[in-house]
């Protein structure tokens, strides 16, 4: 590589400066995007879900559904958050564990509420509240479309930082977007999960995450924009 | 907390062995912050002195971290275009070291990165240019090369020859070429695409026509 006098290439960008808007607190950016992310998604429970079939469906597991969803949205708050960190240079690297241990908690009680199903309904059933088998492809569908939509407008503004190191705000990204659509899910699901059903919300989840990790350098770094 | 962790380390490894640059034993986080903010604001002469003042900081970091004198100069003028990019990262009020430490050694670790795989992927063959084992059979190619080339940029403009020369030949990033051509790097990308074009134009063009 050529190289410049180090004195030569700083007039060089000296001269080449213009005024830039600094990009807000990282807080406070993932605070407005989780807001307007929350606005969406209750506009569309509150539209489209049905509420009553969703209280009577979980009638008697309320806590542990309660449990069990919040930990699925405190890990997608906390991820899409630590990712917004992550994306600024210097900013504390801790963050990024936040969301394990809910993501933990969400995997557990999941598993604990298809255990007590399962023990409920009777061994070897196939299915649960009249619903057959091979409704679980749907809620694939479901969380990888809902992921689609929340995934561009979190993506350009984890974007607007550059991160320098690209890969480890996409995998947070992606984990966040898809446990807020996991979230989601629980609103729309029309039959109490199984462990066949939880093993295929894993696997959208993880695709979720593998996408975001493939695409991370493109993603991120391809829609920045040079700073004004 | 990483980057904090090792901006301290290295003033303690500084202190200890007893010779630290003067600028970072000066200048402290609240006046780069100060210079920053104003280089955001668009201050060119403010932007010129962080810089300056940051550069001992930036090179004695890249020097721990790079394997060879050569690779800390290119990681730390890699560190300035970076910094250049991303200046609206920068949030006025909190510390500069922890940053700039960030940007450092993300860049030498990139560096670190590039050069192993250089070393596992890439060999020098300095008879891999040759298109043929008998010298005699190379002249040939070689006294047409200057024609084709010739031809190519037959119709360039002084600008587009400038700018294809600074980036193309010689290597050098936007920022350098822009430094010693005067050029901004606006019009050296739009006289690289419009020269590549021509070029290739020319070259697709039989030699009748």
Redesign the interface.
Known sequence: ????P??????????????????A?PLKRAAATLAAVALVGAAAVLAAANLREFRSLHAGREVLLALEMAAALATGVLAITAAFFAS???????CSLAPLPFLAAWLLLSGVGCYRELVAGGAGTGSFSGHPEGNSQHCVLFILGVSALLAPPIIWRLGR??P??PLSVALLGGLGIAALSAFLLQFFHPFTVTFLDLGMHLIAVLLVIGVAGVLNRRTLVGSQK??K | ????YIAARLEVGLAKHGNPPPDLKAADGGDWGALL?A???????A??RF??AA?PFIRALARRRCGSEEEA??V??DV???V?????????G??VK??????TV??AIDATRKRSRIRTRETFDEHAYETFADPQANREVGSDAPRVLAGMTADLSRGQKEAIDLVKV???SL??A???SGQ??ASLKVNIHRAIKKMRLNLSRKPSE
Do not use: C, F, K, N
Not at chain 2, 1 to 4: P, V
Not at chain 2, 39 to 45: K, L, N, R
Not at chain 2, 98 to 103: E, G, Q, R, V
């Open positions: 590589m050529t190289r410049l180090d004195a030569m290439l700083i007039d060089a960008l000296a001269a080449d400066t213009r005024p830039v808007r600094p990009l607190p600024v240079p210097g900013r504390s690297r801790r930082a550059a320098l190191e040079a700073p | 907390m990483l980057s904090g903010a280089a955001q604001a668009g201050d060119a002469d932007y010129r810089l300056s550069l100069e290119d730390v003028q300035l275009l970076t250049h990019r991303i200046r609206h990262t920068y949030e006025p909190r510390p922890p940053w700039l430490t960030a940007i993300r860049r010689q290597e050098m920022a350098e822009s430094a010693v901004t790097i």
